[in-house]
């Protein structure tokens, strides 16, 4: 998918940025060294700019900034699921050690509105078109100058081996990628001559231009980031300078004032920016100039330690932050759903439903088990309509839901557990659901009826234990409000309560329901004209609906009863 390599992309591009910088600043301090020091570091930053991978470390640099997470040896500042983290709320990330909420309650108020996917959507999608159609313009234009290229050398001719010489270029160049070869411009003495055909042969020695064609492919896909294309043209810079050097130890001191004659000469002042061939005479001749004159072999020791130093630095940049510690084993992501059979198209399927995703398909498990005790009627390892399941995945996985029908979890989970039974929840449509469990975990459910104020809450608790009493600590915080709509048997002859909640209160609650959430039960009392025409209590609180059908089986009854009496 396009916008996910593009974020990828994007990571890559931040983590190089800080690595550029970093040698940036070291290849100051080298100043005075050999170029090939500098050289050399800026492998680390290609390393960067194009693997995603690395190794992780607690000497790496990255420590020292605002972590981003790491996943699977990546730095990840933006999240390749961003999309789907939009789409699809996901829980938080608690370590296996602490009693937490499912949701926070920040969590939760943030995913109670509709999540706005297709905004980010839209806007990553574009980013990704733009950044696409980048790389297509960088790639056309250095197909077209390579061809304008090769039209000129058409009539170059063959000195010996891959060697070259062509009157129409002003420049000695290598071309190509795997059977490079050097051109000369005609009109060369003798010595400046030998001095190209050194340096271009060292560049070849190397494999520079193998190393060039990988920098211009990286600087085409990072070509939004101008720290990129300074690294490119600084690189470039640096390689020049270390063949110079190169060809000044091989044929001694005495040829520096002849070598820089001749690279004034055959410089053209402009770089080649299309990554492919390098120009002798490419680069700033001024500054090269000066570094040729300069330059002086260093002494062993001095070289030997300029060694270590850049050897360290670029295992140190390689190195990615070790990842915190719930992220290793410690910390686990948990949805919360009830198993409910949902008959479709006249097959009845067994799913989950999860608020905020819908039917989901149950993932595959190592295990399965209830924290109850099964009666013996109850297998402990399966799963039945009505269960309150918490489906629990390593945090070391990368876990998304993917958009079908029912969605999918991604990957396998590392167990599910069953916290209750009896429960169901249905999708109103409207963001909300209806919420219906067993009334005997609230006190004195046997006298809720219709109409009444059922108050939950969420009060932490030291142990994970089942407690249904009334709310008694400070510590409890008020979830919601809200009246009872529905009060039934199930088979089993316990009563069952049918409430509705928004859609960020009923992710808390099962999270915590059981364990965490407290119920208070506030009974209505109804008008004295209300309960004599109705009556009774009951009556009192009757939805107009269901008056309506009460008041006409009344009628329906007394007319069958005249009936009767009149034959």
């Not at 997470?69 to 789907?84: D, H, V």
């Not at 304008?148 to 000695?172: C, F, G, H």
């Not at 490419?282 to 330690?305: C, D, H, M, V, W």
Request: charged residues 20%.
């Amino acid at each position: 998918m396009a916008e996910q390599l593009f974020i990828r992309i994007l990571n890559m591009s931040l983590t190089g940025s800080f690595v550029i910088l970093i040698v940036w600043a070291i290849r100051f301090f080298l100043r005075k060294a050999p170029s090939i020091f500098s050289y050399c570091l800026w492998a680390v930053v290609l390393f960067r700019l194009l693997c995603p991978i690395s190794f992780s470390a607690d000497f790496s640099l990255f420590n020292a900034l605002p972590a981003p997470f790491t996943e699977y040896g990546r730095i990840a500042y933006i999240s390749e699921n961003i999309l789907e983290n939009n789409r699809f709320p996901m829980p938080v990330t608690t370590p296996e050690s602490e009693s937490s909420k499912g949701y926070d309650r920040q969590n939760a108020d943030a995913s109670a509105g509709t999540p706005d996917f297709s905004k980010t959507a839209l806007i990553l999608k574009t980013a990704a078109g733009i950044w696409q159609a980048g790389i297509l313009i960088m790639a056309l234009y250095s197909i077209g100058t390579m061809m304008r290229l090769k039209e000129k050398l058409k009539s170059a001719a063959q000195v010996r081996d891959n060697i070259y010489i062509s009157e129409k270029i002003a420049t000695p160049f290598v071309i190509g990628i795997i059977h490079p070869r050097i051109y000369l411009p005609s009109g060369l003495s003798e010595k400046e001559t030998e001095y190209i055909l050194l340096h271009e042969q060292i560049h070849l020695k190397r494999k520079d231009h193998l190393l060039k064609t990988a920098a211009y492919a990286t600087l085409c896909l990072h070509w939004f980031n101008p720290l990129v294309w300074a690294a490119f043209f600084l690189c470039g810079k640096d390689m020049e300078m270390s063949c110079d050097e190169a060809v000044i130890r091989k044929i001694g001191n005495g040829v520096k004032k002849e070598y820089s004659a001749s690279l004034l000469c055959l410089s053209t002042g402009k770089r080649i920016v299309n990554g492919i061939p390098l120009a002798f005479g490419e680069g700033e001749t001024g500054s090269r100039i000066r570094n040729i004159l300069q330059y002086k072999k260093p002494a062993a020791l001095a070289f030997l330690f300029t060694t270590v130093v850049c050897i360290a630095a670029a295992v140190i940049l390689l190195a990615n932050p070790e990842p915190a510690e719930e992220e290793t084993g410690g910390a686990y992501i948990t949805f919360y759903g009830i198993i409910t059979d949902i008959v479709w198209e006249g097959t009845s399927r067994r799913l989950l439903v999860c608020p905020g995703i819908g039917e989901m398909e149950i993932p595959e498990a190592e295990n399965i088990d209830t924290y109850f005790e099964p009666g013996d009627e109850r297998n402990p390892h399966e799963l039945l309509p009505g269960d309150l399941a918490a489906i629990t995945f390593s945090a070391d996985e990368d876990v998304s839901i993917l958009e079908t029908w029912p969605a999918r979890f991604s990957v396998s989970a590392e167990s599910i557990l069953v916290l209750w039974q009896g429960l169901s929840l249905e999708n109103t449509g409207n963001g909300s659901y209806l919420f219906t469990f067993p009334g005997g975990v609230v006190p004195d459910a046997e006298t809720a009826k219709l109409g009444d104020t059922l108050s939950l809450y969420w009060e932490e608790s030291e142990d994970r234990a089942y407690l249904t009493q009334t709310p008694e600590s400070e510590s409890s915080e008020l979830i919601a409000s809200v009246s009872i709509l529905a009060v039934d048997e199930n088979e089993y002859g316990a009563s069952m309560l049918t409430i509705e909640l928004s859609l960020s209160d009923i992710q808390q609650i099962l999270s915590g329901f059981g364990f965490h959430i407290r119920f208070s039960l506030e009974q209505n009392t109804p008008s004295a004209k209300g309960s004599s025409e109705h009556n009774g209590a009951a009556d009192s609180a009757l939805p107009s609906e269901e008056w309506m059908e009460h008041a006409f089986s009344i009628l329906k009854e007394n007319f069958l009863l005249e009936l009767e009496s009149q034959q």
